[in-house]
């Protein structure tokens, strides 16, 4: 039962002369402190941190946590997010002592552990990429794209091609523009679209000597696998362009196709989505990448190498790749988030990866079919792993809109879709229900939506009625932000 | 083994009402014949839980994590005690299975702790604005750079310190490489700043100053007088804080810091090789739109009831795309949970506490290791729980008696690349904590006594 109390903040618990923490008396030899730190340096009084006792803490931040809505309590069929069940074997086995406390510089020699399992990653996430070259340093998808951004930069320059376009159509992420101009290339955006596939025409008329990079999320944020994709590579090497996949779909593809056999170059893995990080309330993540042969070598480091002994022993070791972009990060990457994959795949061997596909794609069809009566489907019959709906007509018909569908669900206990986004589909809402859901729920899931659309515009705008806040005024937060307590006078 | 939930009859029924009869014809209406991968991926076969838990355990057993050894290593990563209290909350599944919190009416509980967080981290700092994290301590220079140059539109000339954390300006490197703009590092042989050459470096054409404090070699640099030196060329000061500093030492707030970054893994993050940790933004506000990542605002909701949201959205990817502040999409939203927890538990006496137990026992340590025949401290500047050791006849001897002795110390500078390298190849780091007692300092310093 959810407890009134969490709404006030911990700065309003504080009292002065309240203690958690406690830590011991210093063993060493007292001296003043004015002899270790010239006066200047020190403090002259104490941040002014709340005062609080620990169970002042745990019921805090438990009662905090009841007001979220989350995988392990709800349906959370959020597009483009992989929403999926996160084994709790992972969380265990991530906290093992020799992985959890190993410090990011002690010696190969005494990480050989760490080593091997990091080492046996990079080979399943190139095998499952079809792409031989991989770099685990990025720390999220985002910070992947900016990786391989910059290593196509590299490889050109080392060329001696000066390429300087970036282009992707309009339905990608907002991250695939961002990262490309943060890497120092200019965006083109596609405008036109083929029943939501890249139009062949528009993609010709951009590409030249200029071009550098294509950036394609397949399957795409509609839920559509790209079916010319292959040309589609032609075109862009044809003109000497390099073809990135953003690999944030790739729940759907999983040892059904690889990013290298339909002709990328280059691409991302979202370890915390595909692989079930998990999300942890907006991260970590992690965005490992694979790359064609010829642009490993430009990589960032350390890159995890095998080596057999002549006494038959194996070593594990770090290295650098010769002409490396340079380091994207500090350290080795987001090893935690990359345990939990492994022990994912490890747990679902070859057969078990291919189900997770197999079933995504079923259960989003199958949801699809259930819903295209009442919320239609552009994009038509058939997607992939996820589909986007619009709510378009009943905004017209009736004043109903993706963002009141959205609001009710959570008072029917489920987790809303993404809502207008992709930016293509008008009152778009993006589901993608994951494999890791029941008929069951899927069932309910529409019959929700089915329920909805049935009841008073005028009462749909001001849900949700149930939960610990209604339609917040964002407007308000943004024209005077407040993003901290401050202390009444 | 996948997690899944249909049963075969329920497979069947589904793939009815999709109008096909099997899954494989959901694929082959979709994804061209020839792009299959007509062959089982290769993979490892399929373990149990059981059996799983026994392989990583075995893997686990092969490291020499530091719960196992004593753990001496620094560098930008530190072995800090972490509560109980803070696995406590970090593990509910209310808060891990969670996204980012796009629907604000689900996510009452993360947007008010990270809400929570951005306060404790104006607290702990002094400056006026936090964001709600960024992926770690060294994409959070590049990112504070970033901002400095969107800031002062123009100014394309960045100074940094050679004394930040070489992985810091590295990453600095990789990313400032493609754009226009010059990056100029001023040399520290003596292990902090001369002030002097810092102002000469600075000009007109300066967007900001890079400053770490308590730098990688463990030294104050003049934090103060380099940020007034920032100020009067015009350039922004920025400055990359240990946030376990500041129990004891001046707040990136009090001297003037314009921008002040930090690695933030000592407030409650295991050290777990390297990552996931957590990059701490703060600034002052007149640089509040200027910043990458989520930022969470105070609103009220349809009733006027307090409550929270995802605030300035318009400054981030999704909205503006390439004219957005950072491609960054995330926030490291665990992590940010892990040090809100840990800052409530220490409250400002425990800060204080570990502050001053990491300060007096590294000094004990430093004392202790410049006896050693063949040790020296290599810089004679105050240090904060860090400091750099000079090896003579080169740090291998130290690290092998050391690690046989069941320590770990280091990193050694010669990992890393300096423009004035061979004066530096003979230095080793040592990181004290709180958890290192005087026994373990006295074993360790036995340990690296010349062997006659």
């Not at chain 1, 809502?419 to 029941?438: H, I, N």
């Not at chain 2, 290791?369 to 080169?394: D, I, N, S």
């Amino acid at each position: 039962m959810r407890n009134q109390q969490a709404t006030q903040l911990l700065f309003e618990l504080s009292k002065p002369g309240r203690r958690a923490a406690r830590y011991p008396m210093a063993d060493v030899p007292d001296r003043p402190l004015t002899d270790l730190i010239p006066e200047a340096q020190l403090a002259t009084a104490l941040p002014p941190l709340p005062e609080v006792t620990e169970p002042d803490v745990i019921r805090h931040f438990v009662n905090l946590s009841t007001l979220n809505m989350s995988v392990d309590t709800h349906f959370y069929p959020l597009g483009s997010c992989t929403m999926k069940y996160n084994p709790k074997r992972h969380e265990r086995l991530a906290s093992l002592p020799g992985l959890v406390d190993l410090h990011p510089y002690q010696t190969p020699a005494a990480s050989q552990g760490m080593l091997q399992f990091l080492y046996e990653m990079q080979q399943m996430l190139a095998e499952i990429a079809g792409l031989p070259g991989v770099s685990m340093q990025p720390a999220a998808g985002a910070q992947g794209e900016l990786t391989a951004l910059l290593v196509a930069a590299q490889y050109f320059r080392d060329r001696g091609e000066h390429r300087t376009k970036v282009i992707f159509p309009n339905s990608a992420h907002g991250t695939n523009p961002a990262s490309a101009a943060i890497a120092g290339f200019e965006c083109v955006q596609l405008n036109q679209s083929e029943g939501g596939y890249v139009s062949l025409p528009e993609l010709q008329s951009q590409l030249n000597d200029q071009t550098a990079v294509f950036m394609i999320t397949n399957p795409s944020t509609l839920g559509l696998f790209e079916r010319r994709i292959q040309t589609i590579a032609k075109m862009v090497h044809d003109v000497g362009g390099l073809v990135y996949i953003d690999g944030a779909n790739m729940n759907a593809i999983l040892g059904i196709t690889r990013p290298g056999d339909f002709g990328g170059d280059m691409m991302h893995y979202n370890v915390h989505k595909t692989f079930t990080g998990p999300h942890g309330a907006g991260g970590p993540g992690s965005g490992p990448i694979a790359v064609r042969d010829f642009l490993a070598d430009y990589l960032p480091g350390p890159i995890v190498t095998k080596e057999q002994q002549p006494d038959g022993t194996v070593v594990y070791g770090l290295k650098t790749p010769s002409k490396t972009i340079g380091r994207m990060r500090t350290f080795f990457g987001n090893v935690g988030i990359l345990l939990r994959g492994y022990c994912y795949l490890k747990t679902l061997g070859a057969e078990g990866v291919k189900a997770v596909s197999d079933n995504a794609v079923l259960n989003a069809n199958y949801l699809l079919q259930k819903l295209k009566h009442v919320l239609p489907v552009p994009q038509g019959e058939r997607c992939m792993h996820e589909f986007v709906a619009s709510a378009q007509k009943l905004k017209t018909e009736k004043g109903i809109s993706a963002m009141d569908i959205a609001k009710r669900l959570l008072d029917y206990g489920f987790h809303a879709p993404t809502v207008y986004f992709p930016l293509v589909v008008p009152e778009a809402l993006m589901m993608e229900p994951t494999e890791t859901e029941s008929k069951e729920t899927l069932d309910a899931f529409a019959a929700a939506i089915e329920q909805i659309i049935t009841e008073d515009p005028e009462r749909l705008h001001q849900a949700p009625f149930t939960g610990p806040a209604s339609r917040p005024d964002d407007l308000k937060a943004g024209r005077n932000p407040v993003l901290k307590w401050v202390a009444k006078a | 083994m996948s997690y899944l939930f249909n049963t075969p009859e329920q497979q069947q029924e589904m793939l009815r009402v999709c109008g096909v009869d099997s899954i494989e014809t959901l694929f082959s209406d979709q994804v061209p014949a020839d792009l299959r991968l007509n062959r089982p991926l290769e993979m490892p076969p399929p373990l149990s839980e059981l059996e799983l838990e026994a392989e990583l355990t075995a893997l686990a057993h092969q490291n020499g994590g530091a719960s196992t050894r004593t753990c001496f290593l620094g560098g930008g990563a530190y072995d800090h005690f972490i509560p109980a209290a803070v696995d406590t909350i970090a593990t509910r599944s209310e808060f891990y299975t969670a996204y980012t919190p796009y629907q604000a009416e689900a996510s009452q509980g993360t947007l008010q702790a990270f809400f929570e967080y951005q306060t404790l981290i104006c607290q702990l700092t002094g400056m006026e604005v936090s964001n709600a994290s960024l992926y770690e301590g060294g994409t959070s220079v590049t990112e504070a750079v970033s901002m400095a140059l969107r800031s002062l539109n123009g100014r394309r000339r960045v100074v940094v310190l050679g004394s930040v954390h070489p992985e810091y300006r590295e990453i600095l490197v990789t990313h400032l490489q493609h754009l226009n703009c010059e990056l100029v590092t001023i040399p520290t042989p003596a292990g902090v700043a001369d002030v002097a050459q810092v102002k000469a470096a600075l000009n007109d054409q300066t967007a900001c100053l890079v400053v770490q404090q308590p730098n990688f070699f463990g030294c104050l640099e003049s934090a103060a007088e380099l940020m007034a030196a920032a100020k009067q060329a015009g350039a922004l000061g920025i400055v990359s804080f240990d946030p376990l500093s500041l129990g004891l030492l001046q707040r990136p707030g009090d001297y003037g810091a314009d921008i002040a970054v930090a690695e933030g893994q000592s407030l409650g993050t295991p050290l777990q090789y390297g990552g996931p940790y957590l990059g701490i933004l703060t600034c002052r506000e007149a640089l509040m739109r200027k910043m990458p990542g989520r930022l969470i605002g105070e609103t009220t909701d349809r009733l006027g009831k307090r409550c929270f949201v995802l605030n300035l959205q318009a400054r981030e990817q999704h909205i503006k795309r390439d004219k957005a502040t950072s491609n960054i999409c995330t926030n490291q939203g665990l992590l940010a949970l892990r040090a809100t927890v840990y800052m409530s538990l220490l409250g400002p006496h425990g800060l204080r506490e570990v502050s001053e137990l990491a300060c007096r026992k590294a000094h004990y340590a430093a004392d202790q290791l410049a006896k050693v025949a063949g040790l020296e401290l290599m810089f004679p500047q105050p240090f904060f729980k860090e400091f750099t050791v000079r090896c003579k006849g080169g740090v291998d001897r130290v690290l092998k008696q050391a690690a046989a002795a069941g320590f770990d110390v280091g990193p050694e500078l010669s990992r890393f690349t300096w423009s004035d390298g061979d004066k530096l190849s003979e230095g080793l780091l040592i990181a004290v904590t709180e958890k290192r007692t005087r026994a373990d300092i006295d074993r360790l310093v036995e340990s690296l006594k010349m062997k006659t």
